[in-house]
């Protein structure tokens, strides 16, 4: 299973134009290899947050595109293993809540981590992949 970052949600389900070649055939190896695609739980309210801000607009009101988000992926929620990992990163991983929270879900699930935000690939702490 591969975890996928909040803007690689996105992308898929409402700008596929932005998912790259690379990024689309990870996500339909691991869909044909019925492994599942994961999303931290977090994901869920980044979404509804940017929803509600006007900053991403899904083609479906809110609370069914949550649905169809968590019909998509396999929704992975918070630990307290979860949250004492997001707590641990050293200084170099971004401070955002919500990317400690899917950084540390992929680090306890051992999952790799889809993602292009440059803060967490330069960091080191999360196996990072696409």
């Known amino acids: 299973m ?39 739980g977090v994901t869920l309210m980044e979404l509804a947050m940017l929803t509600t801000q006007g900053r991403i607009r899904p083609a479906i009101p809110l609370g069914p595109y ?11 929620p918070i630990t307290g293993t979860i949250a004492e990992h997001a707590m641990g990163f050293g200084a170099g991983y971004p401070k955002d809540p919500a990317d400690r929270i899917i950084g540390a879900t992929a680090r ?3 999952f790799p981590l889809l993602t292009r935000d440059k803060g967490i690939r330069h960091s080191g702490e999360v196996h990072c992949i696409g």
């Open 2 to 40: 591969i975890l996928l970052d909040t803007h690689i949600v996105i992308w898929l389900t409402i700008e596929p134009r932005k998912l790259s070649k690379t990024m689309a055939g990870m996500i339909g190896a691991e869909r044909a290899g019925s492994r599942g695609i994961g999303i931290a």
């Open 66 to 76: 949550l649905r169809r988000v968590e019909d998509l992926f396999v929704v992975l």
């Open 108 to 110: 306890v699930h051992g």
